[in-house]
Nanobody, 125 residues
Framework: EVQLVESGGGLVEPGGSLTLSCAPS?????????VAWFRQAPGKARERVAT????????RYSDSVKGRAAIWQDNTKKTVYLLVNGRKSEDTANYYC?????????????????WGQGTQVTVSS
């Protein structure tokens, strides 16, 4: 069974940076996965922030973080990281990691089957 555990959330000042981690377990060794970061702020719809293909390392970002975010995977631990620089108040949200078995196409367009519990990020001075 695939499980995802997020960490790294917390309080960050405006303009600061924060790196979130998603540690997966249960990934089949012979499969490729899409891993995505989503976020949801109170009263707002869930937003897809970034996705990565664990084989080709193809990454894509939402317009809201493009140019100030990076998603990557540690080859050894398989942990997927999300760094967002220049934090703004609108980045305040609960951030979730999600995964799906890759079967072709673009990870950005996938529906995700496996979800973590989320980690809260608050941008405030």
């Amino acid at each position: 069974e695939v499980q995802l555990v997020e960490s790294g959330g917390g309080l960050v000042e405006p303009g600061g940076s924060l790196t979130l981690s998603c540690a997966p377990s249960g990934f089949a060794y012979n499969r490729i996965y899409c891993v995505a970061w989503f976020r949801q702020a109170p009263g707002k719809a869930r937003e897809r922030v970034a996705t990565i293909n664990t084989d080709g390392r193809v990454a894509r970002y939402s317009d809201s973080v493009k140019g100030r975010a990076a998603i990557w995977q540690d080859n050894t631990k398989k942990t997927v990281y999300l760094l967002v620089n220049g934090r703004k108040s609108e980045d305040t949200a609960n951030y979730y990691c999600a995964a799906a078995v890759y079967s072709g196409g673009r990870c950005w367009e996938y529906g995700y089957d496996y979800w973590g519990q989320g980690t809260q990020v608050t941008v405030s001075s």
